[in-house]
């Protein structure tokens, strides 16, 4: 078997995977919609998000045509060339088009899982997780197809002998930069969005007017299930899309250092340029497989069957990388690492190792996010308690609870890093990141299960159907809050191994041997590293504090200004507690009166706006700040500015995704009903007040500003390793 064959089966698997994409899009489409009131409703977030889509993609159109020109005409032609702009454009289309296609399944998917609710558990679990598989499948086939296409074309043109395979590797360096700039505008826009619209729903309807956010009588009710598709689908998607092909690239380029240094193997000494092509194309084959795993009957677990498809996939995907590390690379051999640590023997069971090292440090950092963040865990219960005696204490506590949750987390990847580079050198922590994202098509099939049953939930609301059927949709939403958490904690462990992978090929592609941070230069990018990820938040959340203002002014105005509206809120309040059928032939009248009345478009239009308005200087200083140093500060400032981002940007994101994660779950727990001290609190309660005021200040800390940092650090060290070649000592 030769080069190329390796390489047509990654591409083959990753067209199986697109395959299985349309595949499952197609059933979930032929699934009955429900009533004619919920189709429309389920119009009305389709629509929003898909405009949001457009508007988004319009503006990002001319950034990627600039960056794109700009790369071509500054390619250093010795050891890159123009295309590397292709590849750029390349990246950026594959990773708009698997946003596109998990907002669409996930639009559709949504109203059907609520019909599917009014039967069964298991038909409503089975549509919604068909629709965030649809979403998983999209990325890790359209990452594998892209780079796999890639690499053909380019090995074709240049050639793979020698030295030629590094400037084809360097030249597709630019299609990691085209995901990540994508992923980075996504994130942040749809973050922007999404908590625009939430907090609206919050502060002025459950809390001034006491009624639930997903009620039809709140206008920002389609704003905010619109934002979880386009924040937690097509964010979340674009952010695990860029760690999955950035983790590849950056174990190529590793990879390809061993070339020509007594490295022998059967297939020109790029075995280990290979294997992480080889890893990602058989990882779709196990999450496929995990995908028919997860089934649940009535009464049974919604958790369970998601954990089975995904850690049996997990299982599957360790057996399957022992046969292909043993079978690609050669049993032992030497390296002298001139960069990192001398002469060191490196062995195929260590790069093994090393891949089960980053599996086994996403479960890890997953299952430790859900504890700081799941209902009836002991940090949240202790946040719950905490909001008897008002907002203050909230917040307080769960500032407190973030900061703790970064020491474990931080710790594994310690561990993770140290044990990688043990096993295998810098190409060992980078096959680690490759090894964490390896099923990053169930891991992400799995999560964006999660935003597909909050919308049902929230269709079911809108639509008035029994009690029952929000029981189920409620049910499988708390287990998409915990599969959030636990999407949430692979994304920053991803991002901090790729993060470091890339740094590493961005020393060896700018042949730096030491960065020694006492020198000044050193230094100063290392404290200006540190301050973008505090100045990049403030921004973000400064976006989302504007954005809501807005918001909560329209939903005011509208209450105020809309008669039935108005009158409706007023008989909901004289008749609250009281079933609807009780109250009086007038007052049902008055409230059947005010459907349809909430003017939901001006609210989709205002999270809009504002999101594709703010998004953009946040996006180009974190695209901007890493050229400027490299040019005026060297390659050396470069990589303290990247040591220093890395570090704060990693320890940020655990803070802010587990304290707004905590908050919201605390909320959830007063919702539902809790005792403290002998009394007992539920919704309209001081505590209960005192909780949604916590969750809406970490809203945009799980859902804009922290997720957005893993986007960042990654962002900044792929530029920096795509401009290392015109940085070089």
Known sequence: MNVQTLVLFTLIAGIIGLIYTFWRSAWVSKQDVGTDKMAVIAAHISEGAMAFLKAEYRVLSVFVVAVAILLGVSANPEISHPFVALSFIVGALCSALAGFIGMKVATKANVRTTNAARKSLGA???????????????????????????????????????????RVITIITGFSFGASSIALFARVGGGIYTKAADVGADLVGKVEAGIPEDHPLNPATIADNVGDNVGDVAGM??????SYVG???????????????????????????LLPLMLAGTGIFMSILGTFFVKVKEGGSPQKALNIGEFGSAILMI??????????????????????????????????????????????????????????????????????????????????????????????????????????????????????????????????????????????????????VRSRTDKLDAVGNTTAAIGKGFAIGSAALTSLALFGAYMTSAHIKTIDISKANVMAGL???????????????????????????????????????????????????????????????????????????????????????????????????????????????????????????????????????????????????????????????????????????????????????????????????????????
């Open 237 to 242: 998607g674009a952010d695990l899309f860029e």
């Open 124 to 166: 409503a679990l089975e549509i919604a997780f068909s629709g965030g598989a649809v979403m998983g499948m999209g990325v890790v086939g359209l990452g594998v197809v892209g780079l796999s296409t890639l690499f053909l074309l380019y090995s074709q043109i240049f050639g793979i002998e020698g030295t030629s395979v590094v």
């Open 247 to 273: 983790s590849i690239i950056s174990a190529m380029v590793l990879g390809a250092a061993f070339i020509g240094t007594g490295f022998v193997d059967n297939f020109g000494g790029l075995s280990a340029v």
């Open 527 to 729: 404290f200006l590293g540190g301050m973008l990820p505090m100045l990049f938040s403030a921004m973000a959340m400064q976006a989302v504090g504007r954005s809501a203002m807005a918001m909560i002014q329209e939903v005011r105005r509208q209450f105020k200004d809309i008669p039935v509206l108005k009158a409706a809120l007023e008989v909901m309040r004289k008749n609250d507690g009281k079933d609807f059928d009780k109250w009086s032939a007038s007052d049902q009248k008055t409230f059947t009166a005010a459907d349809g009345a909430a003017e939901y478009g001006k609210c989709v239009e205002i999270s809009t706006t504002s999101a594709i308005r703010q998004m953009i200087v946040p996006g180009l200083m974190a695209v901007s700040s890493p050229v400027v140093v490299g040019f005026l500060g060297g390659a050396e400032m470069l990589g303290g500015l990247l040591a220093g981002v890395t570090v704060t940007g990693v320890l940020l994101a655990i803070f802010q995704s587990n304290a707004g994660g905590a908050w919201d779950n605390a909320k959830k727990m007063i919702e539902e009903g809790v005792t403290i001290d002998g009394v007992e609190y539920g919704k309209g309660s001081d505590p209960h007040k005192a909780a949604v005021v916590g969750d809406t200040v970490g809203d945009p800390f799980k859902d804009t500003s922290g997720p957005s940092l893993n986007i960042l650090i990654k962002l900044m060290s792929v530029i920096s390793l795509v401009i290392a070649p015109l940085l070089m000592q």
């Open 319 to 468: 057996i399957a990388a022992w046969i292909i590390i043993q079978w690609l690379l050669p049993a032992s051999w030497t390296f002298d690492d001139a960069l990192f640590g001398g002469v060191k023997t490196y062995s195929a069971t260590g790069i093994f190792w090393a891949t089960v090292v980053g599996l086994i440090a996403g479960v890890l950092i997953g299952i430790i996010t859900e504890f700081y963040t799941g209902t009836e865990k002991k940090p949240v219960v202790a946040l719950v308690n905490q909001s008897v005696t008002g907002a203050a204490t909230n917040i307080i506590a769960g500032l407190a609870l973030g900061m703790k949750s970064t020491a474990m987390p931080i710790i594994v990847l310690a561990f993770s890093i140290i044990a990688a580079f043990e096993f295998a050198g810098l190409y060992g922590i980078a096959i680690a990141a490759v090894g964490m994202l390896s099923n990053t098509g169930i891991q992400l099939a799995v999560d964006a299960y999660g935003p597909i049953s909050d919308n049902a939930g929230g269709i079911a609301e809108m639509s008035e159907l029994p009690k029952e």
